[in-house]
């Protein structure tokens, strides 16, 4: 069964940074895309970034382009998710889980709020 943690939420100020981070455990990690997502109280969850099993490449929303950074670390089956100049629209709860469908059952999340 797959399962995911994933921790580094926390209340910020605009302009600031957090690094999160989602540990899986329950298959071969290195062999999947893997995707932060979001999900905003009232919206659907959305796909943050996404970063290939294979050569690393990396894919973005528009919306996080230039301030967000997905990073993997196989041998920890870790995904990380650096986001420096965070908007209050970035406030939502942040989930890891494959690129692609079907996903597997979604872990706990990690709260991120920015305010001032």
């Known amino acids: 069964q797959v399962q995911f943690v994933e921790s580094g939420g926390g209340l910020v100020q605009p302009g600031e940074s957090l690094r999160l981070s989602c540990a899986m455990s329950?298959?071969?990690?290195?062999?999947?895309?893997m995707a932060w997502y979001r999900q905003a109280p009232g919206n659907q969850r959305e796909l943050v970034a996404s970063?290939?099993?294979?050569?690393?490449?990396?894919d973005y929303a528009d919306s996080v382009k230039g301030r967000f950074t997905i990073s993997r670390n196989n041998g920890r089956k870790t995904i990380y998710l650096q986001m420096n100049s965070l908007k209050p629209e970035d406030t939502a709860a942040y989930y890891c889980?494959?690129?692609?469908?079907?996903?597997?059952?979604w872990g706990q999340g990690t709260q991120v709020t920015v305010s001032s």
């Open positions: 889980n494959r690129r692609t469908s079907p996903v597997w059952a």
């Open positions: 970063i290939s099993s294979g050569d690393g490449r990396t």
């Open positions: 329950g298959t071969a990690f290195s062999m999947y895309t």
